[in-house]
Each structure stands twice: as C-alpha cells, then as structure tokens.
C-alpha cells in the first residue's frame, strides 16, 4: 500500500441544504475532485471519505443528505464520519492512517477554508506531509467584519496563502498526483 493517501472531506449533499449554497463554482470544483479521485485510483493511493454528521439538521443521518455528492463518483476506501472540523478529531482516520502507514496526505472537498483547512493543519501538526488541492476544495461567499463579500476564490486563495510552506505544500491537481506518483 502507499504511504500516501487522498482525503475527500465532507462531498455530501447536506450542502445543498443549507442557506449559503450556491452552485456557480460547482461544475468547476465536480470536474477538479473527479479528476483527483480518478487519478488517485489509477494509482491504487488508498481513498477516504469522510463525513460530516450532526444531530440534527441536514448534517443527520435521519436527512438523507449524508451520502455521496450527486454528480461524484468515488469508491473509497473506507468511510470515517466526523463531528469536528478536522477530520482527524474523534473519527478514527489517525489511528488508521498510522495503522496503515500513510504518511502524506492528499487534502480536497468542501468547505476550502473550514474542515479542509482544519483537516491540514490538523494533520501537518501531527508530522503528516499534506498537500492541499485548493481547486479540489469548494466553498461559497462569505461576507466578513467589514461587510465585505469575498468571492470563492477570494478565499481559496487566502487559504491557500495561509497553508503554504506553513502546513502544507500546495499543489494542483496534476502536480498531487505527479507528486504521489513519484512517492511511490
């Protein structure tokens, strides 16, 4: 098995249901993480699924919306559920990625400055090598302090500018999967 793996954080249609979705950037972020899920199945990298669950709204279980991001194909690996942030908090990925010998992660899904974000930090912090797949992630406008709305990529790229060199390298698509490649 590799030591290198592809995390999909929270590619659920519990989005769909809350009130900031917008799907402008949605055909875009669909072609990215099917092309990273592709790729890193054409080279056998273990594929994790992680999501998101609440009690109650469209995070339960009970909503039906806890499943698979229509207009995604992906066949995971394994499946971790979350109730936290970071993917890594009381879900079981740590001690199955150190199980298994992954050491470098490979970081994609909604939100690109919440879970994804705090997934990588997350794991950088606990000596993982993460790459973070900006173009992979998705996430809606946001308007801060200031009443200023900042775009999507607006805040993908701040993401990415705060991760870089500090907590992850950040990389295309093709550049992961070259990377992974090279790894193995």
Known sequence: MSDTALIVIDVQESFRHRPYW???????????????????????????????????????????????????????????????????VGSGLDVWLTTHGIRNLIISGIRTEQCCETTTRHASDLGFKVTYVAEA??????????????????????TAMVLEHRFARIATVEE?????????
């Open 22 to 88: 917008d799907e402008a950037d949605l055909a875009r972020y669909l072609e990215r993480q099917q092309a990273l899920i592709d790729g890193a199945a054409a080279q056998d990298l273990p594929i994790i699924q992680i999501f998101h669950v609440e009690d109650t709204g469209p995070f339960s279980k009970e909503s039906g919306h806890v499943r698979t991001f229509e207009g995604l194909s992906i066949a995971p690996t394994r499946i971790f559920e979350k109730r936290r942030h970071s993917a890594l």
């Open 137 to 158: 992630t998705l996430t809606f406008k946001m308007t801060d302090a200031d009443g200023i709305t900042r775009s999507p990529a607006d805040i993908r790229r701040h």
């Open 176 to 184: 992961a999967l070259g990377q992974a490649r090279l790894a193995a």
